[in-house]
């Protein structure tokens, strides 16, 4: 399950561990217009951990799904 929600200044996307027990954390996932961070909460430390990614690196993220092994720089489309 996830939800999706418009802040003034990001778009922020929560997921919400729905598999089998044990059940993790919720992640939250903030689009602002120069960067996307990813949240999650660790009970074991008490603490929420933030990643901070780069337009660049999301598209990446995108692509890099849909890929097979391997190593791969993405190039503006010239045509």
Do not use: W
């Amino acid at each position: 399950m996830f939800t999706i929600e418009h802040e003034f200044d990001s778009t922020v996307i929560t997921l919400v561990d729905e598999g089998d027990a044990p059940l993790k954390e919720d992640v939250v996932i903030n689009a602002f217009s120069e960067c996307i961070t990813v949240e999650q909460y660790d009970p074991r430390t008490d603490s929420t951990h933030i990643v901070t990614l780069s337009m660049e690196q999301l598209q990446d993220i995108s692509v890099a799904l849909d890929l097979p092994e391997g190593v791969y720089q993405l190039r503006p489309d010239d045509g």
